[in-house]
Every structure is written in C-alpha cells, then in structure tokens.
C-alpha cells in the first residue's frame, strides 16, 4: 500500500509507548526512517487538513517536541532515548515521566 501510495498512519491501540515499535516494523517493511516519522507527524496532520498548524516544525506551526539522544532518522529506535518533552511549552523530564508512568527506569 505504501508503495502505491497509500498514505499510512502510525497509531496504537495501547498506551502510546508502543508506537516506536510500530515505527521500526514500518522500517521492516521498507519505510525510510524518514518515511516511518512522517508516518506519525506530517502525514496524519495533511489528512486531517492540519498541516498548516501541526505536524512538522515551523515558525507559527504549534509544535510538541522530545530531545533524543541519537539521531531517529537513522536509528528509529533512538526515539526511546528521550531525555526531554516539551509539551505545552512546558520541558518535562523524560525520565520523571517514566517514572510517573510506572517504569523503572529508561529503556535499553
């Protein structure tokens, strides 16, 4: 479907964490990386007709960011390296996140 243009949206069933996971099997399937982020960023605001406001970074667009350690644009699994979100405007530490959330630590 990707291949013949198809646009496909990452999205989840679970609590959210999973979808790195999601992103790295779009990977398997032969997705650039840059195609798999696209794939939970521009392309679901472009078909929600939100792209003007959302969906990539831009002076004026509303954004939610994550610092990464690494670089998803090689490595999509990177992305379970966030040390910092920027949600609202307001930076929360990733790690304080997790363990809010109930995790014991960052991911491996």
């Keep these: 479907m990707h291949k013949a243009g198809v646009p ?20 398997q399937a032969g997705f650039t990386p840059a195609e798999a982020l696209a794939a939970a960023t521009i392309v679901p605001a472009t078909l929600l007709g ?11 667009k509303t954004a939610d ?3 990464v ?3 998803p644009a090689i490595r999509l699994g990177d992305l379970r390296q966030t040390r910092v979100v920027m949600l609202g ?20």
């Design 8 to 27: 496909i949206v990452a999205g989840t069933d679970g609590a959210g964490i999973e979808i790195v996971h999601e992103l790295e099997i779009y990977a």
């Design 50 to 60: 939100q792209d003007m406001h959302t969906g990539s970074i831009r002076v004026g």
């Design 65 to 67: 960011l994550v610092l």
């Design 69 to 71: 350690e690494g670089d």
């Design 89 to 108: 405007g307001r930076l929360l530490d990733a790690d304080e996140l997790r363990n809010a959330a109930g995790f014991s630590g960052r991911p491996k």
